[in-house]
């Protein structure tokens, strides 16, 4: 048994380490580089939405077991899209390599589904990533394939499978593949009976691929399955969806999270700032906007697809599109100043508002032309030629995003409140929801306009259309599918059609938390009718006043505190209005614990550094060491021959 000691002399150099003066230059540069890894490693983490203690990783798939993205040969990130025909749906989905003999099968059931698409029939689309290149230059990259067609000839209100297959691909030699067997169902018809069909579809905005941006995607698709009343038809994203900015494989990792919602719901999208404008997007500048989703767009018929280095330049980013008795217009915010949309916008709505299958017109888009927020402030620019619009044409309802947060604003007609009591008014309602995942601004004023705002809830919108007269909305929490807000809109009814009556609410997330009521003016050419009297009983209670909720804050976007009027006409509503200092309290411990996190890297490499240099230090004496150990040895050297000189004397 080998019984090894630590020498004297290192005993001596390890407890002598503590005594001279530290190596402060080596420690000074392991510690920049502890903070430099340490940037990089957070930035980058933060960046993909996973924290900094686990590996970096991307966001997987709804029920996906695996941590990371795989771009399988086999089709992947499948979405349903609607087009601007009857009887159609328009089919999108990527592979890394070029697929080939590609086709769909189609169905009424699962088990005898038939070839309906062949290969031809599909559009094949790449485009290059000149923005992810140096300046100093280098190879540019390219995307993955992207296929699109569109399935026609449908019937309405129809469950239909599918199923996407192929021969292999050019790249990877993989056998014959195919993608699950999926389903979705068509859209409506307008009417049935005499009666407006009811619709219900979903809203968000700002995801991005953080966690909350996967919680929200995940609270969607569990809403979907559970709501009891008029299933979930089709989704609309508007816009700021994946923060791409530049990075092209996060497109590639919010399209895998939200597959398991896109390929069931038609998912109809809207350019934000971070798919446009060129510096919040990384320069992208829509080009895998235009690629990635096939939306109805005004010139797609005429245009031809994007070449593999073209740019996005002059393209319609603006569409309509009719679901039901629902007449849905995708405004591009980012072309505030684009004559060809006004011009457009104008001839849709007109021809909207003469449809008398169209009972309600709904538009959503990024940027808000109405807010309180004081950290975009309002679209000016855009609401200068939009609001004469919405008013001349009677626009029902206006769903936007980019304030990161919630706010239900008092119906408005001609740029002023048309009544707070939202009963016998005139005017278009207004909702923000821009919770869905990337952060939450909390930087609202008291304005007359603002009727309520929450912004500590992540969650996203459930929108219903009750009948020809009443629409309800609910702001639903991601945490647990409560209702942390809804409002019930209601107008006059156009002569001659018929209201159902709708039984009453059933389930949790169906219970409204407060009840509103609004009746517009009919539109054109159409005049109230005793129907109107048919519609749903609703709470006539007063709603709360704009300031009811108001206390003194700090308000983080000004670092001022403001002080407003405490006044309340009635019972305080805790969720809604500016947070309380015990939510300030909240926020600061969130920031106070990412910089922890920080922290915890930098002390963990500053120890390290210590330990590695302890143990140098230790193991390798100094040359003063080295010098003290010589001294010893020459004085042995001078006794041993001095022995040998009185040895040889002796003799």
């Not at 195919?178 to 979903?202: E, I, K």
């Not at 007063?542 to 700090?554: K, Q, R």
Request: charged share 20%; proline share 7%; aromatic share 8%.
């Amino acid at each position: 048994m080998i019984n090894y000691r630590i020498p004297p002399v290192h005993r001596t150099a390890m407890c002598a380490f503590w005594k001279r003066p530290r190596p402060i230059v080596p420690m000074l540069l392991m510690l920049v580089v502890c903070v430099l890894s340490s940037f990089i490693h957070y930035g980058h983490c933060i960046q993909q939405g996973t924290s900094p203690f686990q590996p970096c990783k991307l966001t997987p798939s709804i029920g996906e077991t695996s941590s990371k993205i795989r771009l399988y040969s086999s089709p992947s990130q499948i979405r349903l899209s609607a087009t601007d025909r009857p009887g159609e749906m328009a089919l999108t989905w990527v592979s890394p390599a070029r697929l080939l003999g590609m086709g769909v099968k189609l169905g009424v059931h699962k088990k005898h589904l038939d070839d309906v698409i062949t290969h031809g029939e599909i559009n094949v689309t790449r485009y290059l990533i000149p923005w992810a290149v140096p300046s100093g230059g280098g190879k540019l990259k390219k995307s993955p394939y992207f296929y699109h067609t569109v399935l026609q000839q449908l019937q309405p209100s129809t469950r239909y499978f599918y199923q996407i297959h192929s021969d292999g691909d050019t790249g990877m030699a993989v056998n014959p593949t195919s993608s699950p067997v999926m389903s979705f169902r068509t859209a409506p018809l307008a009417t049935s009976n005499g009666a407006a069909t009811s619709v219900r579809w979903l809203f968000l905005a700002d995801q991005g691929t953080k966690p909350n941006s996967r919680k929200t995607a995940s609270a969607m698709l569990k809403f979907a399955g559970q709501v009891k009343e008029d299933h979930v038809g089709l989704v609309l994203h508007g816009g700021d969806m994946a923060y791409g900015n530049g990075l092209d494989y996060l497109w590639d990792a919010w399209g895998k999270m939200v597959e398991a919602l896109t390929r069931r719901y038609p998912y109809m999208v809207v350019a934000g700032n971070h798919e446009l404008v060129p510096g919040d997007s990384g320069y992208e500048r829509g080009v895998p906007l235009l690629h990635r989703f096939q939306m109805p767009y005004p010139d797609a018929s005429t245009s031809p697809p994007l070449l593999l280095n073209s740019t996005a330049d002059g393209r319609a980013f603006w569409y309509s599109f009719d679901w039901g008795p629902v007449h849905f217009v995708a405004i591009s915010t980012e072309h505030d100043t684009d004559l060809a949309q006004e011009k457009w916008l104008n001839e849709d709505l007109e021809a909207a508002s003469r449809n008398p299958d169209v009972r309600w017109i709904v538009t959503f888009g990024h940027a808000p032309i109405y807010t309180s927020n004081i950290r975009h402030g309002n679209k000016t620019t855009l609401r200068s030629w939009l609001a004469p619009l919405l008013d001349k044409w009677h626009v029902d309802l206006c769903l936007w995003g980019h304030d990161h947060a919630y706010e239900r604003l008092y119906p408005i007609r001609g740029d002023q409140v048309a009544a707070k009591s939202y009963r016998g008014v005139q005017g278009t309602l207004h909702v923000i929801c821009g919770s869905a995942g990337w952060d939450l601004h909390d930087c609202y004023e008291s304005t007359e306009m603002s009727a309520r705002h929450v912004a500590n809830v992540w969650g996203f919108l459930s929108v219903r259309t009750v009948n020809s007269t009443t629409l309800e909305i609910e702001f639903i929490n991601n945490d647990d599918l409560s209702v942390v807000d809804s409002v019930v809109m209601t107008k006059s009814l156009p002569p001659g059609h018929v209201v159902e009556t709708p039984e009453p609410p059933t389930g949790p997330h169906q219970q409204l938390s407060s009840t509103r009521v609004t009746q517009y003016e009919a539109r054109p050419g159409l005049s109230p009718t005793a129907e109107s009297a048919r519609a749903p009983a609703l709470n006539q209670s007063e709603p709360l006043n704009a300031s009811e909720s108001v206390i003194c804050h700090m308000n983080p976007c000004t670092n001022h505190v403001s002080l407003a009027s405490t006044e309340a006409t009635g019972p305080r509503e805790t969720m809604a209005g500016n947070s309380t200092s015990i939510d300030w309290w909240k926020r600061a411990g969130n920031a106070l614990y990412s910089r922890l996190n920080y922290l915890g890297w930098l002390l963990g490499g500053s120890v390290l550094v210590i330990i590695i240099i302890s143990i140098i230090r230790c193991w390798c004496p100094s040359a003063a060491t080295k010098e003290s150990v010589a001294v010893p040895a020459a004085k042995q050297r001078l006794l041993e021959s001095a022995e040998d000189e009185s040895d040889e004397d002796s003799t």
